[in-house]
């Protein structure tokens, strides 16, 4: 049918009219848009015309204290700054990925992002150059999805703004170039120095570069200052062509209320009111120990804790890569980044979780290269607090000794803690005599350095400290490659190694490289390099144990115990002739620590027999391939992860990436090693543990929000007691009326001597016969026992009172100090069989020193598997092969002569004649103590007075072991028992 024509035209007027309202209204748009910062761009732009906004007047960060900066530029995020100063802006707030089923799938919340005009000129030039300095990115950060804000009025939008993550350019702040900061809504200056030592909200070098690091700018090799660490594109902003990227939202986020939060919005509310209630400590205080403390260790007075020289925190550990090529080493805050455990929505990574739950905060095991290293001896190694009340009592005994020579007592103190440093502190002390090589040596007094308050952490002379803290820090290894011999020395290269690489004289690889165990072709090495300028290159010498050696074969003077220079037969000594510094090469020497040593003379070594069958490495031993947990029912044979957790392939799309093949991060089926370095140092942790404000080390992971790291590590030294260290086996048999004979076998399991490192370390048994409870409900009775302790972990003899050799008590009859013989026959519970070396110096008296080790009384610690006299092979001889055999008592002993790391002890036992003989019990317990108590007697001697004798003291006395794994001073290693047979 016809349309009338009145209807005609009336449609007609209609689309005249409404063509003519777009020609209005898009005259008018350009005019619009540019109100609001985002004027339409020509094709071919000049950027010096385009109106881009107004810098900030903010400084640069580099130039003020990280307070200092945050105070002017919360200021300056809170008003909104930088709206007002006309920035460009993106169009709209945009996802950074999906979100699905209540999660963000982004790496990002919801956000919209203004560019500093310098930043908009870089982009219009093609990304090509450097941004410079002062130029910013702030990221306005919404709750995901975007779709929630799309009717949002731009007035209104601002009430949803919950955070946001700034990028400052300043290329004199790090390799990067970027200072980055990451603050909530409202956010206040936080004081992270002060106990709980909150992670920093900004700074050089954060966690941020893990995935900034995956970007490329146009041609840019890797590490050139040109590549930089921004994802911006033209196409998210507005007034210019293209259309941002977009990813899946379903309606989920209507429900609204099982929403997962992001770890970024975790970490940053977590930061937000940081420091605005009380001081935890007051409310927790410090645990307390026995009262029995102080009768045993009364030569310091109780300390309080405001009176203790407490360790800088974590916190002031801070040293970033830069392109000044004198830096050798970073602190593990850096490495952190990239190879931490890592939780929803992209992990769990290098995390196994102990239940359902794998949000940020989730319980479970952390096994990362970082998690596991800062809970472990090496990652403590530069904050232990017997270590430093150790070269306190040191500095004390030389002062005394020297007194008549001051100026010689000086410089041995000083070489004396410069050499503890080189491990202790080993990438504060390099780098120390890097930047100073005509300089004094490296003291102690460097590790309490921080930045002045008007600096940044770690930046200056800060750095040693830093460096120092970190103790055996990522690089100190990851560096390591083996010393080249001149071809003009004929030695065998393993004797070369020994004489020149111990104490912790390892040699450092080529500058600007660093190394891992998996062939280059088959590592991501793109991020890394781009994010710290360190190359990453495959290098066996990582599998090898000379990796450990030099920390672990230690050679040091007796300085009681001066040479004669006119007798020239010292000359031929191989350990003084490898002392490399000159004031110690005035005294004999002696091996202080032979780990390596010891693992040579075993059946395990693989440098000497490269094709043993047997060999296991220290790091076959000590990084563990899998994970158990008998409580959740985990048992991993091999882990199977990533090594890395940048922003790789897996991530949602993203502009200006590197090529995917360069982010293509494996999973490792085999090859993936624990940094773990099992060990059976629970004392420490524990200090670590109930301390840490005092220590400096806060226990709640950054990047995972895990709070049970260090239990785990407890946890784990307590299983490889138990399931590693020894095997015991105990039999028992009537030797006539009331005589019974127990014959106890311990056998060694590990790769060296147990115990083995520092001299002082100890372990002992304990054998008893018990009387089984009497029905109903009655003790049990221990009617004889050798080995017994108090909760001091001070052995005790028969009247329950501690032995007279615990403390080397003087015999009344001979004048001569009491100690524990070893025994192949044990007939009173005053005699007790120890696992120890004891030492004499130039006078007599035992003692507990690293220098004036003069005289071996006594070496009985249990041998290796497959030890020989004679050793491994020509390789290994002299001095270096006298330090791994027995002592006097324990080398005229046969099972320390057939190789199989066992000993046997006879018990020779009378009971008591009013017992019941039928029900008897023989237990025998294995017991280790990483700190035994004559040790810390002496230390409180020695130094009374000094800062790091009395924190040492502090942390002893206030211990509560109740209910830990190293209950009464003592951790239980392995245990046996068996029913006495009736007599006939």
Known sequence: MDVPL????????????????????????????????????????????????????????????????????????????????????????????????????????????????????????????????????????????????RATLEGDLPYSLESWTVMVKDAAGSHDGWFWSNPAKGQRVVDNHVY??????????????????????????PAHPANEFTFAALRNIEGFPGTPLTFKSDDSWRRGANEAKTEAVVKTAATADANL??????????????????????AIKPVERAQLAVLPPVTHDWVVTNRDRSQEFLTANQCMSCHAGLLAPFGPTMFVPTGTNVEYGAEGWDVSPYGEWRWTPMGLAGRDPIVFAQIESEVQALCKQFESDPSRAGKLCATLADTCMRCHGSMGKRQFAIDHPDASNFSVDHIHEIADPAGHPGHGDAKYGALARDGVSCVVCHRMQPPAQPSSDHRPYLQYFLETANTGNYHLGKKGEIYGPFQDNE???????????????????????????????????????????????????????????????????????????????????????????????????????????????????????????????TYPEAENLVASDRLQVRTRETGFRRHNFSGLNAFLLEMFNQFDDVLGVPKTDYMTGSKQGIDHAVDHIARTARDDVASLAVTADWQGPNRLTARVVVANKVGHRFPSGVGFRRAFLELAIVAPAEPPRGPER??????????????????????????????????RQQFQQHHEIITSPNQVQVYETLLRDAKGGFTTSFVRSCETVKDNRLLPRGWRREGPGPALTGRYLQATHPGPGASEDPRYQDGSGSDEVTYRIELPSAIDLSRLQVRATL??????????????????????????????????????AIEDWKLPITSARCTVKPQP
């Open 6 to 149: 009145w209807r005609r035209r009336w449609w007609q007027a209609t689309a005249i009219g409404f063509l003519a309202m777009l020609l209005i209204c898009g005259g008018f748009l350009p005019r619009m848009t540019a109100r609001s910062g985002g004027a339409l761009v020509p094709s071919n732009p000049d950027p010096q015309t385009l109106e881009l906004g107004r810098p900030s007047d903010l400084p640069l960060p580099s130039r003020v204290s990280v307070a200092q900066f945050e105070e002017k530029l919360f200021t300056f995020l809170n008003e909104r700054q930088y709206v007002a100063l006309g920035w460009r802006r993106d169009k709209s707030v945009r996802d950074t990925g999906p979100y699905l089923e209540g999660r963000s799938f982004g790496t990002h919340p919801a956000v919209r992002v203004y560019y500093s005009p310098g930043v908009i000129r870089w982009l219009l030039n093609g990304r090509a150059g450097t941004i410079p300095d002062g130029e910013m990115i702030i990221k306005e950060q919404y709750p995901a999805p975007a779709i929630r804000h």
């Open 196 to 221: 709980p030592f909150a992670d920093p909200i900004s700074g050089f070098g954060l966690a941020c570069i893990r995935c900034h690091a995956a970007t490329q700018s146009p041609g840019a090799e």
């Open 277 to 298: 209630g009380p001081d935890p400590r007051s409310a927790l205080g410090h645990p307390q120990s026995g009262a029995g403390f102080p009768s045993f260790f009364d």
């Open 523 to 649: 590592i991501a090495s793109y991020a890394m390099e781009h994010a710290t300028g360190l190359k990453p290159k495959q290098s066996a010498f990582l599998k090898s144990s000379q990796l450990c050696a030099s920390c672990h074969t230690v050679v040091l003077p007796n300085v009681d115990r001066p040479l004669d220079h006119t007798d020239l037969s010292h000359q031929g000594d191989e350990l003084t002739r490898g002392e490399v510094v000159p004031e110690f090469r005035k005294f004999h020497h002696h091996v202080e620590q032979a780990t390596y040593l010891e693992w040579l003379n075993s059946e395990y070594e693989n440098e000497i027999d490269l094709q043993n069958p047997r060999a296991k490495s220290c790091q076959d031993c000590h990084m563990s391939r899998g994970l158990k947990d008998e409580t959740h029912g985990i048992d991993l044979a091999q882990l199977r992860s990533k090594i890395a957790v940048i922003q790789d392939t």
């Open 782 to 815: 221990i009617v004889w026992a050798s080995g017994q302790t108090n909760d001091q972990g001070v052995l005790l003899g028969a009247d329950g009172q501690p032995l007279a050799t615990e403390f080397f008590a003087r015999d009344p009859g001979t004048g």
């Open 927 to 964: 017991y280790y103590q990483a700190i035994p108590p004559y040790f810390l007697r002496n230390l409180f001697e020695t130094a009374p007075d000094g800062p790091a004798t009395r924190r040492l003291h502090h942390l002893t006395s206030q211990l509560n072991l109740k209910g830990t």
